[in-house]
């Protein structure tokens, strides 16, 4: 749509003028050996705008108009920003394949989520139980579908997240690093629109069964200060609710309740392990 408001062609002129440069230094760019990256030069994508994601629509009066190609290129940008590789892009509801009764009801619960989410009210879902029935898959598909109707989801790996956070969290109370580092790196898990947590608590029993205590009481301080601002959780774990209720009352309490009616529970049963279905011969 044409416009003449001067703060978006501002906007988009700096925007513009920003990806240019971005062009020229990347187009620019050499190596540790002075070679130049890529040849010296990126391909152009979109021949209309020449990758400006703007084009001129009324040359006399210097009015420009967002090209076609920029939302499309925004939501690249959200993706590659919340960590989320090309193999997880590809994910989606249609390619989840329905292996067993587990996945058909979770696929049931996950169609209906995402058919009742918008941009105003989202919810938490969370899929607990029985490992190698897919729930990362549908949690990623579920993700993509929220950042295609330009909803912010950050990936939290766990395991490796949580390491990260302990570790900060440990050299901030010794001051071996910058003021903050840990409140900076926990910042974005609390203020996203919506985190998606990969495997929760995995790894985080010793074999006596106790759960981490840093482990718990990071993961309360990131739930318990979404749940007060009212954002949501895409969450998948190997464990069931009991188990997580067993590593702490409050969080597992909390994570219900946030999750509400959108919260499948897969008890376990080996033999529905796809990943151990070769080795099983099942
Ligand atoms: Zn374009």
Same mark, same amino acid.
């Given at each position: 749509?044409?416009?003449?408001?001067?703060?978006?062609?501002?906007?988009?002129?700096?925007?513009?003028?920003?990806?240019?440069?971005?062009?020229?230094?990347?187009?620019?760019?050499?190596?540790?050996?002075?070679?130049?990256?890529?040849?010296?030069?990126?391909?152009? +994508?979109?021949?209309?705008?020449?990758?400006?994601e703007c084009v001129?629509?009324?040359?006399?009066?210097?009015?420009?108009?967002?090209?076609?190609?920029?939302?499309?290129?925004?939501?690249?940008?959200?993706?590659?920003?919340?960590?989320?590789?090309?193999?997880?892009?590809?994910?989606?509801?249609?390619?989840?394949?329905?292996?067993? +009764?587990?996945?058909?009801?979770?696929?049931?619960?996950?169609?209906?989520?995402?058919?009742?989410?918008?941009?105003?009210?989202?919810?938490?879902?969370?899929?607990?139980?029985?490992?190698?029935?897919?729930?990362?898959?549908?949690?990623?598909?579920?993700?993509?579908?929220?950042?295609?109707?330009?909803?912010?989801?950050?990936?939290?790996?766990?395991?490796?997240?949580?390491?990260?956070?302990?570790?900060?969290?440990?050299?901030?109370?010794?001051?071996?690093?910058?003021?903050?580092?840990?409140?900076?790196?926990?910042?974005?898990?609390?203020?996203?629109?919506?985190?998606?947590?990969?495997?929760?608590?995995?790894?985080?029993?010793?074999?006596?069964?106790?759960?981490?205590?840093?482990?718990?009481?990071?993961?309360?301080?990131?739930?318990?200060?979404?749940?007060?601002?009212?954002?949501?959780?895409?969450?998948?774990?190997?464990?069931?609710?009991?188990?997580?209720?067993?590593?702490?009352?409050?969080?597992?309490?909390?994570?219900?309740?946030?999750?509400? +009616?959108?919260?499948?529970?897969?008890?376990?049963?080996?033999?529905?392990?796809?990943?151990?279905?070769d080795v099983l011969?099942?």
């Amino acid at each position: 749509m044409d416009t003449t408001a001067p703060e978006l062609h501002t906007r988009l002129l700096a925007e513009s003028l920003a990806r240019l440069w971005e062009g020229i230094q990347t187009n620019c760019g050499k190596d540790s050996s002075g070679k130049a990256i890529n040849g010296g030069a990126k391909p152009i +994508e979109c021949p209309i705008c020449g990758d400006t994601e703007c084009v001129i629509a009324d040359r006399e009066r210097n009015i420009w108009r967002p090209c076609k190609c920029q939302e499309v290129k925004r939501q690249r940008r959200i993706l590659a920003r919340c960590g989320l590789s090309e193999a997880f892009r590809r994910k989606t509801l249609e390619n989840y394949e329905e292996r067993n +009764e587990h996945a058909a009801a979770m696929k049931g619960m996950a169609c209906d989520y995402a058919a009742n989410t918008t941009g105003g009210a989202l919810k938490s879902i969370g899929f607990f139980g029985q490992s190698g029935i897919g729930k990362t898959h549908l949690s990623i598909a579920l993700a993509n579908i929220l950042m295609q109707k330009g909803i912010a989801v950050l990936y939290m790996p766990y395991v490796e997240k949580i390491k990260e956070l302990k570790d900060l969290n440990r050299l901030q109370s010794r001051h071996d690093v910058e003021d903050a580092c840990y409140d900076k790196a926990i910042a974005p898990l609390k203020t996203v629109r919506v985190l998606m947590i990969d495997d929760l608590f995995k790894r985080s029993e010793d074999r006596y069964n106790q759960a981490n205590p840093a482990d718990v009481r990071i993961m309360f301080e990131i739930l318990n200060d979404r749940y007060l601002k009212g954002l949501p959780v895409i969450v998948s774990s190997e464990l069931t609710l009991t188990e997580i209720i067993r590593i702490d009352e409050a969080f597992g309490g909390r994570l219900i309740e946030m999750c509400g +009616e959108y919260c499948y529970e897969a008890e376990k049963d080996q033999r529905l392990n796809y990943r151990l279905k070769d080795v099983l011969g099942g």
